[in-house]
């Protein structure tokens, strides 16, 4: 098991023109860097990921990414220095709204400011300062991980060698941020969030289970409910529940979401999952550059990106989108489609059709 | 402005086993009925609609198929003899969760048994019989009001003359279970929900907007929400809102989706809302009969099928394979395909595109 490590620095000017200090980011390693401090490579978590993509983590699970990270995987850790850190505003030890404001030495709930990815990105260059690692390798991730990538890419094009995203777009679409809203509301509307103020006090947990249980529709497809689920009833210990008597009674399909709904609040903060969501609002590649299509002629490094067929948060057109731009602008991007029942969570599960997409582009 | 009308009788078996009763239906009617009394139209709403689906309501608005139903349009008032119920379960007239329980006088609440599309139809029957309509002239209806049109083919094949479904599904598929149990789940989310028992006091109304919200979503279609809101921000009374600076700044779309889900706070019983995506998710034509297919056997009428192209809620291929199913059983349905951006609501926008082939299929 990885040991878990933290990098603090003072402060971070954000883009919404507050500070945030200090900061600290929570973070795993994997490999060695070498001398020449050229071998390391950035992977970037999702929504409600953490610093540790790979190997075991301390409740026995795996790494979400563990397939495609360690000795003589695509990830090669034999030849890599890999490094995740948890996001700034997230829950699994880097600064976010349940850290202590140093103002009060209280959790900072919502007076934590409006971070953006480009401001995460912004966190992981100090932590690259500390290294000494003046250019990654590879900065690789999908969905919120891939916007970080990209962002990586337009915001330090000298310092990313590579760039991989996995269904993940340039800017998000109205829709993704309307299904992003729905969440936050589900939370804000839980009667224990109280405004964001309720650590050590009982936390909204059904607010975070309905915004979980709307954010895993989105990750699924209709394809995919329809093989798993069908109209199937729920089993409850053994009995099978009958939707058509009781009002409670459920299909398998609703047992699954709240399941999904539950389980995500024993290991996420509500409080992250509002600021996270409105960090992936905001991306946005063109902003402050004179145009979309101008920040994205940055990326100029060889590029992956990977659609998957029924994506249907981050559609596969979006990748390819970017692709075309940075390709009509001199680039050197590469468009790849996975075939997926799966949806957008086929980045955390299609292992067997993403890795030979990984093997291709970073050892040709 | 026509007058609302209402019909009651003794009492109601329902699928669930209970009975309700007594059972009032309010509804409207538009033309004349001929003395040989076979000119009826039955007209369904939807999750949301009323009885009056022609003509101005009480707050100056249109029906919501107005363009549909009058002197010389597609459903002839001049010809017709047009009726719309609001479904029992609902809360414009017809008895529902907000009806008062004879058994103590008070709102039924979540007391209210559960109902399906089928027990709507079935109460509708009574309303025939009253009339003395031995035969539906056409039975039409778009979502869960083509579930109604369905149902009637399939529970009462002999008295349906032509059937029209827009934009709805023969079963309804785990998807879209899956987006009812969220908006449920934000209902009883709100501490104003009570267990469904807030008659008199203050109703879940956040918990409704959120519900809504989800909804709009899926009434709509990424390509719509693209070219209606883009990346634009919200304007608060004249001030454009600035979602990279405070966390409640919005950008256009979340405005838009609050602002849905507030208007139908103002009009709509949140237990109504319950119950109504309850019955939608036990929508099952097949349920009862040896298989679905044998169900759908029984619609050997004229049939009309309108798929909408970028529908993800009820999908166009699920009213292709309706037309499919029943015509490879020897049945004369007709699919037909309405190229809209506007999603599952255009059932409800594109008169223009609906019009001409409820014409063509009615006239023929």
Not at 317 to 333: C, L, P
């Amino acid at each position: 098991m990885e040991r878990i490590q933290t990098f603090s620095f003072d402060k971070l000017e954000l883009e919404c023109g507050k500070t945030l200090a200090p900061v600290t980011l929570a973070y795993h390693t994997y490999g060695k860097l070498n001398p020449a401090r050229d071998n390391a490579v950035f992977i970037f978590h999702a929504l409600t990921g953490d610093s540790q993509p790979a190997g075991r983590t301390c409740g026995g699970a795996r790494g979400w990414w563990d397939p495609l990270i360690g000795p003589g995987k695509v990830f090669d850790t034999d030849k890599f220095f890999i490094i995740c850190t948890n996001v700034i505003g997230g829950c699994y030890g880097s600064t976010g709204p349940s850290s202590l404001n140093p103002a009060d030495g209280k959790p900072y709930g919502t007076r934590f400011p409006v971070v953006t990815i480009r401001d995460m990105v912004r966190a992981q260059a100090r932590l690259l300062a500390y290294y000494g690692i003046e250019r990654l390798e590879i900065a690789a991730g999908g969905s919120m991980g891939g916007m970080q990538a990209l962002e990586w890419a337009v915001t330090y094009p000298e310092r990313v060698g590579k760039v991989i995203g996995v269904g993940t777009p340039g800017r998000l679409s109205p829709q993704a941020i309307a299904y992003n809203e729905v969440g936050r509301q589900a939370i804000m509307l839980d009667p224990y969030w109280r405004q964001g103020d309720y650590y050590g006090r009982e936390a909204p947990a059904a607010g975070l289970s309905v915004a979980r249980m709307v954010g895993t529709i989105t990750y699924r497809s209709e394809q995919s409910l329809e093989m798993k689920f069908g109209r199937q009833r729920a089993n409850r210990n053994g009995r099978l529940e009958d939707p058509y008597l009781g009002l409670t009674d459920r299909f398998d399909v609703q047992s699954y979401l709240q399941y999904q709904g539950s389980s995500l609040v024993k290991r996420f903060d509500p409080n992250t999952y509002i600021y996270l969501t409105k960090a992936m609002d905001l991306h946005d590649l063109g902003r402050g550059y004179p145009s979309y299509e101008k920040a994205l002629a940055r990326i100029q490094m060889p590029t992956l990106m990977v659609g998957i067929s029924t994506d249907v948060l981050f559609p596969a057109y979006q990748q390819r989108e970017i692709a075309e731009v940075v390709n009509s602008q001199g680039g050197q991007a590469l468009y790849r489609e996975i075939d997926s029942p799966h949806g957008h969570d086929a980045f955390l599960i299609e292992f067997n059709l993403v890795e030979p997409l990984l093997r291709e582009f970073i050892c040709r």
